[in-house]
């Protein structure tokens, strides 16, 4: 049976380096895996409980039916202002609520990705990670890859598509917490 892993990105831009890795990434996904790049994450309107109240935008909606399809969650993103771009915070409040049962309850999620910079984009990673926890999903810590680039032609490097599909297999490997009995 195969695993879904559903994909965030953290940049719109066309040419995101990080896209491409993802992309990267979902051509080679192991066997039995299956990943998917949550498309239209600049349409989704800025979270707002009384739009979310009188139902969810058609966007907002989209984002959380596949989230909830998904088995795990994996957001590859750069790094914005020592954080994570607000398109990426903004999915995750969206998979926030209804609270308590958001698509991310209980799901396990890591964040990823390349910058330029010498931490490679840790707080964007960091503060996903966090924000995702508080949102209900299983953050094992470990599967952390902030990876630098001096050069942004990273997808030269094979260490690094390496290194982003083993993290995709530890959060495969990453067990869903199960609702309380
Ligand atoms: C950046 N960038 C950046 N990089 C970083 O490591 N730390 C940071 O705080 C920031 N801040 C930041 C703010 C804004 C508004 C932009 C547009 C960019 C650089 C960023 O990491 C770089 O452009 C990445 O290559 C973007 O990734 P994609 O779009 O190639 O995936």
Redesign the pocket.
């Known amino acids: 049976q195969t695993t879904r892993v559903a994909v965030l990105?953290?940049?719109l831009?066309a040419?995101?380096?990080?896209?491409r890795l993802a992309e990267l990434v979902a051509e080679r996904a192991p066997e039995g895996v299956e990943v998917v790049i949550a498309e239209g994450l600049g349409d989704v309107p800025f979270y707002n409980e009384d739009v979310d109240a009188a139902g969810a935008p058609a966007a907002a909606q989209a984002l959380r039916d596949l989230v909830a399809r998904a088995d795990r969650v994996l957001a590859v993103?750069?790094?914005?202002?020592?954080?994570m771009?607000a398109v990426l915070n903004n999915a995750i409040d969206w998979l926030s609520r209804p609270y308590g049962q958001g698509a991310l309850t209980g799901k396990p999620f890591a964040a990823v990705?390349?910058?330029?910079?010498p931490?490679?984009?840790q707080?964007?990673h960091d503060h996903a990670r966090r924000s995702a926890t508080i949102a209900g999903a299983v953050v094992p810590e470990e599967i952390a890859f902030s990876q630098t680039s001096i050069d942004?032609d990273v997808l030269t490097d094979e260490q690094v598509v390496a290194r982003l599909l083993g993290a995709v297999e530890a959060l495969v490997a990453a067990q869903p917490a199960t609702a309380a009995a």
């Not at 990705?113 to 910079?117: E, I, S």
């Open positions: 990105l953290g940049s831009r040419d995101s380096v990080n896209r993103t750069p790094e914005y202002n020592g954080t771009p990705g390349v910058t330029p910079t931490y490679g984009g707080w964007a942004v």
